[in-house]
C-alpha cells in the first residue's frame, strides 16, 4: 500500500519533483566543485612554487646576475639559500596589443633535462601539457604563459615586438609555444615572464645598448630567496637585507610568496564567489519549490488525508509518505551529483587553463564534500518535517461527511488518493 501511494504521488506531481531532482543535482555538484577549486588551486601553486624553485622572497634588480650580492643574501641570518637568474625587463607588443605591463624576459640558461622537469608545456589546444616534451627553444623565439592567448590572441608563430627604444625600435621574436606560470600566468597579473635563451637575451641587451640614451629595455636580475624557516615575516627578512646587503641601491621591488598566491588566487577567489552565490539561489529554489508543491498536494489533496486517516493511517505515517516522496528526488540528485562531479570539475578547469594561467588537478574533498552534502540533506529534512505539520490540523470531521454518504470513494491516480464523488 505505501508503494502504491508514494509511486502515485510522484506520477501526480511529476513536474515539481523533477524541478527538485535537477536542482538538487546541479547544488550536489556545484558543492564540491567550490571546495575542489578553491582548495586544490591553493594546493597545487604552492607545489608549483616550490617545484619551479620560486624563493619566499623574490627580489628584482637593475643589475645582471652578482656573485657578491648573492654571497651579501646568503649570509643574511634567515636564508637558507639563493637563486638567480637573468632577465630583461621591457615593454612588447603582439598582434598589435601593446602590454599593459612591463615583460619579464627569462634567461633559459639551466639545461634540458631541468627545463623539463622545471616547467610544463601546453599542447595546440592549450587544455593538457605535452607528455615527454623535449624543448627546443631556437634563437630568436620564446615560450609565453598560456593566458596570452585571451591577453593577445597568440598562437603558435607569431611575432613578439620587443619595444628596445623609443621612436618604435623593436626587436622581434617568435612564440614558440605557451608554457605554466604558477608566480605570474594568470590573465590578473600585469606582469608576465616570457621564456627565452640566453643567446636571445645577449642579441637583445646588444641591441639596448647601441640605443644608449634611446633604449628603454634593461638588464636585471631575479634573485630567490628561500628561508631557513618559512613562516619568518617578511618584514624581519627586508629588515636584515637593509643592514646586511646593498640590494636597496637597484631593488626594483620585492615580492614574498604569499602575496604571488594570494594574486594568483584573486581570480579564482571571484569565480568562487560567484558560484558559491548561485549555489545558495540553487538551495532557495529548491526550498521555495518543495514548499510549494507540498502545499498545493495537502491542500488539493485534504480530503484524501481524511480518507486515509479513516482507513487506520495516523498522521505520522501519512506525513512519512509525503517526506520519502521529496526525499527521493533529493537523494537520487546527491547521488547523481557525485557520480558527475569529478567529469564535470575536469571540463571546467580545462576551459579555465586560459584564464588562470594554469591547469587545475581534479582533486575532489570526498568526505569534507559527503559531510556538507548530509548537512544539506538534513536541513531539507527538517523543512519537509515543518511542511507536513498541517497534515496534524486535517479536521476528522471530514471522514463522518464522507462515510455519511454510503459510498466508496474511487481512486484518483493522478493525486493518489481517494477522492468524493460527485454529487448529482
Known amino acids: 500500500m505505501y508503494k502504491i501511494l ?5 506520477k501526480g506531481h511529476i513536474i515539481g519533483i523533477t524541478g527538485v531532482f535537477i536542482l538538487m543535482t546541479l547544488v550536489s555538484i556545484m558543492l564540491p566543485l567550490i571546495l575542489s577549486l578553491s ?14 624553485g620560486y624563493g619566499d622572497l623574490m627580489i628584482q634588480v637593475t643589475l645582471q646576475k652578482n656573485d657578491d650580492l648573492k654571497e651579501q643574501l646568503i649570509k643574511c641570518p634567515s636564508v637558507d639559500r639563493v637563486e638567480s637568474e637573468d632577465i630583461l625587463a621591457t615593454n612588447y607588443r603582439i598582434n598589435g596589443r601593446e602590454s599593459t605591463y612591463e615583460g619579464q624576459f ?33 634563437d630568436d623565439s620564446a615560450y609565453v604563459p598560456v593566458s596570452f592567448v585571451i591577453l593577445y590572441d597568440a598562437k603558435i608563430g607569431d611575432d613578439i615586438e620587443i619595444v628596445i627604444g623609443r621612436n618604435g625600435i623593436v626587436s622581434k621574436v617568435k612564440i614558440a609555444g605557451f608554457y605554466e606560470d604558477p608566480s605570474m600566468g594568470s590573465v590578473a597579473i600585469g606582469n608576465k615572464a616570457i621564456l627565452i635563451n640566453s643567446a636571445t637575451q645577449s642579441s637583445l641587451k646588444r641591441e639596448s645598448e647601441k640605443k644608449s640614451y634611446n633604449a628603454l629595455a634593461r638588464s636585471g636580475a631575479r634573485y630567490h630567496l628561500h628561508l631557513k624557516d618559512s613562516k ?32 594568483e588566487m584573486f581570480l579564482i577567489n571571484e569565480i568562487t564567489a560567484i558560484l558559491l552565490a548561485v549555489c545558495v539561489v540553487l538551495i532557495t529554489s529548491i526550498m521555495i519549490v518543495m514548499r510549494t508543491t507540498m502545499k498545493n498536494m495537502i491542500e488539493n489533496g485534504s480530503k484524501n488525508i481524511a480518507v486515509l486517516k479513516c482507513i ?19 537523494i ?9 562531479v569529478a567529469p564535470v570539475a575536469g571540463f571546467v ?7 588562470t594561467g594554469f591547469l587545475i588537478p581534479v582533486d575532489i574533498p570526498k568526505v569534507l564534500s559527503f559531510l556538507i552534502m548530509l548537512g544539506v540533506l538534513i536541513g531539507f529534512i527538517v523543512i519537509n518535517i515543518c511542511g507536513t505539520i498541517r497534515i496534524n490540523r486535517i479536521d476528522l470531521l471530514e471522514n463522518r461527511k464522507i462515510f455519511a454518504q454510503r459510498s466508496f ?8 488518493m481517494p477522492i468524493l464523488p460527485t454529487d448529482n
Not at 631541468?114 to 607528455?131: A, H, M, R, V
Request: charged letters at 30%.
Open 6 to 10: 508514494i509511486k502515485k504521488t510522484l
Open 39 to 52: 582548495r586544490s588551486s591553493k594546493d597545487y601553486i604552492e607545489r608549483e612554487l616550490d617545484r619551479v
Open 106 to 138: 627569462v634567461t633559459l640558461d639551466k639545461s634540458v633535462e631541468n627545463l623539463e622537469s622545471q616547467y610544463k608545456f601546453f599542447n595546440k589546444t592549450c587544455d593538457g601539457y605535452i607528455p615527454g616534451y623535449k624543448l627546443n627553444l631556437e
Open 232 to 263: 619568518t615575516k617578511s618584514s624581519q627578512v627586508m629588515s636584515e637585507l637593509k643592514e646586511k646587503t646593498n640590494v636597496y641601491e637597484n631593488m626594483e621591488w620585492i615580492c614574498p610568496k604569499e602575496s604571488v598566491i594570494n594574486a
Open 312 to 330: 487506520g493511517l495516523t498522521s505520522k505515517k501519512i506525513r512519512i509518505i509525503y517526506i520519502i516522496v521529496f526525499l527521493i528526488p533529493i
Open 332 to 340: 537520487t540528485g546527491i547521488l547523481v551529483g557525485f557520480i558527475c
Open 349 to 355: 578547469y580545462k576551459k579555465m587553463v586560459l584564464t
Open 409 to 416: 470513494p474511487r481512486l484518483n491516480k493522478k493525486i493518489c
